[in-house]
């Protein structure tokens, strides 16, 4: 089920390539069950009655008067990846982008937080063998310290399939951490989780909204900010800058919208009695 919000003249559609119970150990170690099963705020939506968290990886497209920007492209089709339900995907990501109302031609720009593979993963696809750029009609955004650290690593299967034919197709542009795309989004530097890493602010008409990224990557960790992921670049980092992001925006009217949160994907940040803070996720969104 896709989710829609609308944050002044701006519209923001998530599309879902999967979204998965359980399965999630690898990337927060410490959110055992027994561990998340006292948090009773994340069921049913984020946890399951078991303690088996609920995790979704989708694109959001922000859609303002004059640009369609896709934030992130998840895993992507075809891709030989590490993780075993993560490679050679086949999946209908674009089409359900198309349904939505966002065909790939319309795309005018890509938005990559950071270059994990569940980020970047449609940026191509297999045609004739080849990779080629999905969306043939946009620029694509990294920030320049995050190429500068990915690059420096030397080859990988994620440059060589996602991000390379991109350069080479002379459709990437490289921009600080905090770049304006337009009057109504920016970027916003969250490092920790790569060393680049970004959150996308959207404001309009008064109205706020934050796409955090993997700097929060699961709602549990607004309650246990100390839950670090296991992909972080900096553990420290990451988790002072959870903890800086939770602190600005509790009790305001900010729409955090997680790139990893399940259905309902949205909410504001509160803060709990007993310490830490909670995702208050009604009338957030829309069904579409």
């Known amino acids: 089920m896709n989710e829609v919000w609308q944050v002044g003249d701006v519209k923001i559609s998530r599309v879902v390539e999967m979204e998965v119970t359980g399965g999630t150990r690898f990337i927060l170690p410490d959110a055992t069950r027994d561990a ?7 069921h049913p939506h984020f946890m399951d009655e078991n303690g088996n968290l609920v995790m979704s990886i989708h694109a959001l497209v922000v859609e303002t008067r004059e640009r369609r920007i896709v934030v992130d492209t998840c895993i992507g089709n075809d891709k030989q990846r590490d993780i075993p339900a993560w490679s050679h995907l086949q999946t209908s990501f674009l089409a359900d982008m198309k349904a939505a109302g966002y065909p790939r031609e319309e795309i005018d720009t890509v938005l990559c937080t950071h270059l994990h593979v569940d980020h970047v993963g449609w940026n191509t696809m297999l045609v004739d063998g080849k990779w080629v750029p999905t969306f043939v009609n946009a620029r694509y955004l990294v920030g320049e310290r995050e190429w500068r650290y990915w690059d420096g ?4 299967d994620m440059l060589a399939d996602s991000v390379r034919p991109v350069l080479d197709a002379g459709l990437l542009d490289f921009v600080s951490t905090s770049h304006r795309l ?19 602010r959207i404001s309009s ?20 900010t100390d839950w670090c992921s296991s992909a972080d670049y900096d553990q420290a980092q990451a988790r002072a800058t959870r903890e800086m992001l939770l602190e600005r925006h509790a009790q305001s009217e900010t729409l955090l919208i997680g790139t990893h949160f399940a259905t309902p994907t949205a909410g504001y940040v509160k803060r709990r009695e007993a310490g830490g803070y909670w995702l208050d996720t009604r009338v957030a969104s829309s069904l579409a």
């Open 36 to 42: 998340c099963k006292p948090y009773r705020w994340l």
């Open 153 to 156: 690593l030397g080859s990988s």
């Open 182 to 200: 337009c009057d109504e989004v920016s970027l916003e530097p969250t490092p920790g989780h790569t060393p680049g890493h970004v959150s996308v």
């Open 205 to 224: 008409n008064g109205r706020d909204a934050l796409i955090t990224g993997d700097c929060i990557h699961h709602p549990c960790q607004l309650t246990r």
